[in-house]
């Protein structure tokens, strides 16, 4: 086996894992404070990836700003989503068929009005200029931007141990998980707070549609890809854990860049492929933990 | 949902009634001389029969499966493979459609139902999933993603209205053996576990050898419909076991109601009418779908059955001190 084959598709699996990790770790925040399967969470990621070719491609902003404003956007229609329509359907008998199938609507809905609006051609933006050249490691180049996906990736993670360990909002956050009534009777505005992490999750989830528009295509479909992907990553790190979610994005980015390697026929198969093992095996996820966001 | 209290002789007739006008409704749906209605009616009872037995999990047993287009997937590629090897005639084929569901149930379903929730949900999408990726990608056993065109099928049923008259008696049978299910001890086990599966344990039950019938139960009468579906299309490919084929199914189970036994039934009727109806005038049908899905969700919990059924007896209902609403 070529080493420097091996390099190079262990840095794309990381770059992937990372967009992986951005979706699924607002995934995993909304199930474990919000206590919602967010089944709509890829479509953020769509609307991430168009708000940031409409900035970027259409208006011309710069990129960086561009990519800020859009995850800003998709955390905005989070808020929205959140206010307007889970709220209602909180506490109500049955509540994960219903949570189920309202986001389900809110993917159809999405998914049509992103076609509305931009149409079903795929849509490409530009990297930035100084992004655009690969630096070489040893005898592999990697593309600079590539880099940055992972650095942003990892600088997010960080952030969100921060604010979940370390913050007031966090502090309150991981009361609300524990038991919401109970926050809500010591004086946490459990409300405003839901509202805030959907949003946060939601912006997470477009800011990664953002960073992956450059390298990938933007297509209408991409949400639904996407949902399914991050849902398989948090299974495996266990529900409603963060570093589970890292963990399990770095599981699939390189099962997955390894599998095409190896067998690109059958590549897709190998993600559903592990959560099943690890379903079966350890039916909680990699690290879960009981009682902790 | 209907409880036992219910003066029963009453019940009875009114089933009957329900039954009756279900049944007549599709024997002279032809009658509109319409082709392009006997073919929805067509997919309708197709599609309907496998809302119901997605339903048998979910409605009836609290299984909410994410998978169960890979039961209706398998039985269209058994019947699909069958005839164009030229192996088996259509009579022997159809039968084994779902013989393969039932079989491919009994596979997954042990290692499922070690879950419950959110993870039951996800393992039935994952199993789905790898089995969709092999018959997407196996171009040389499965056709891969250019699925099966031209199934052969005995001249008789060339005619559609002969065909629909055939989906109809099938599905008319099939659905009679599901209410018996439902309706017989074993059904009431099932419901028990709905409600409460550690109690169920309680009574000496085993619940999950009930959970594992239920899903090789479903996943025969899936395979079933899977089976009509080859015949009827003479195409299939590999959508038919694809997550959103699931997502539709219990999208028509919830919008018609997961707990009433011909809810599905109508909600199948109704999405396809809607994406049939929407379909011609724009492109953007899904959006009327989600829409329609939201409100349901929102204003209408009991989907379309269970809201009519609550509106005829909210009279009777009312006199007896209106707690039946409090329910689930």
């Given amino acids: 086996m070529d080493a420097n084959l091996v390099a190079a598709q262990l840095f794309s699996g990381l770059t992937s894992a990372m967009t992986l990790f951005l979706v699924a770790s607002g995934l995993s925040l909304i199930f474990g404070v919000v206590n919602v399967f967010n089944f709509a969470h890829g479509s953020f990621y769509l609307i991430g990836a168009y708000f940031a070719y409409q900035v970027v491609s259409v208006t011309g902003l710069p990129f960086w700003p561009g990519v800020l404003l859009a995850a800003a956007g998709a955390g905005i229609a989070g808020v929205v989503m959140e206010y307007v329509f889970l709220r209602r359907i909180y506490g109500r008998g049955g509540e994960a068929g219903f949570q189920i199938l309202l986001t389900y609507s809110f993917i159809l809905i999405i998914d049509d009005v992103v076609k509305m609006i931009w149409g079903t051609d795929y849509k490409s933006i530009e990297r930035p200029e100084s992004l655009s050249a690969s630096f070489t490691l040893g005898d592999i180049s990697v593309p600079r931007y590539d880099l940055v996906v992972i650095l942003v990736g990892i600088l997010v993670a960080v952030g969100m141990w921060w604010l979940i360990r370390k913050t007031r909002f966090g502090r309150n956050l991981r009361a609300i998980s524990a038991n919401r009534e109970m926050a809500s009777c010591l004086g946490v505005n459990v409300p405003l707070t839901l509202s805030l992490v959907f949003g946060l999750a939601t912006a997470l989830g477009g800011l990664s549609g953002a960073l992956s528009a450059p390298t990938r295509t933007v297509t209408p479909g991409a949400g639904i890809e996407v949902i399914i992907g991050s849902l398989i990553v948090v299974v495996i790190g266990g529900l409603g854990n963060f570093w589970g979610a890292f963990v399990g994005a770095l599981i699939i980015g390189e099962v997955t860049a390894f599998g095409i390697l190896f067998l690109p026929q059958w590549a897709i198969l190998f993600s559903y492929a592990v959560m099943a093992l690890v379903l079966v095996f350890r039916p909680e996820g990699l690290l879960a933990r009981r009682g902790g966001a | ?328």
Wanted: aromatic share 14%; glycine share 14%; charged share 10%.
């Fill in chain 2, 1 to 328: 949902m209907r409880g036992p209290s219910a003066a029963s002789g009453n019940a009875a007739r009114g089933q009957l009634l329900q039954w009756a006008a279900v049944l007549l409704f599709f024997a002279f749906l032809p009658l509109a001389r319409r082709s392009f209605f006997i073919t929805m009616a067509n997919e309708i009872l197709i599609m309907g029969l496998f809302a119901m037995a997605f339903n048998l999990l979910y409605g009836v047993t609290g299984m909410l499966s994410f998978g169960q287009a890979a039961y209706y997937g398998v039985g269209g590629y058994t019947v699909g493979l069958l005839l164009t090897k030229g192996v088996l005639p259509y009579s022997v084929a159809l039968p084994l459609a779902p013989v393969a569901g039932a079989a491919l149930a009994l596979l997954l379903g042990p290692l499922c139902i070690r879950l419950s929730g959110v993870y039951f949900t996800m393992l039935t999408l994952a199993f789905a999933e790898l089995v969709w990726g092999v018959v997407f990608k196996w171009y040389g056993f499965t056709g891969g993603d250019n699925g099966i065109q031209g199934i052969p099928l005995p001249v008789w049923f060339h005619h559609p209205l002969h065909y629909y008259y055939f989906t109809l008696a099938v599905v008319a049978a099939a659905v009679a053996l599901l209410r018996r299910i439902v309706e017989s001890p074993f059904g009431a086990v099932l419901q028990s576990i709905r409600e409460n599966p550690e109690r169920t344990g309680f009574l000496g039950i085993r619940v999950r050898r009930y959970q594992l019938a239920a899903m090789v139960i479903s996943g025969a009468f899936s395979g079933l419909a899977g089976g009509l579906f080859a015949g009827f299309h003479r195409s299939i490919g590999p959508d038919m076991l694809h997550w959103t084929k699931s997502g539709e199914v219990i999208l028509m189970s919830i919008l018609g109601g997961v707990s009433s036994f011909f809810g599905p039934l109508v909600g199948a009727g109704v999405i396809l009418f809607i994406e049939d109806m929407i379909g011609k005038y724009t492109e953007f049908w899904e959006i009327w779908i989600g829409g329609i899905m939201l409100a349901i969700v929102i204003f209408f919990p009991r989907g379309v059955i269970g809201t009519l059924y609550q509106w005829t007896h909210r009279k009777g209902s009312r006199e007896r001190d209106g707690n039946a609403t409090a329910h689930s």
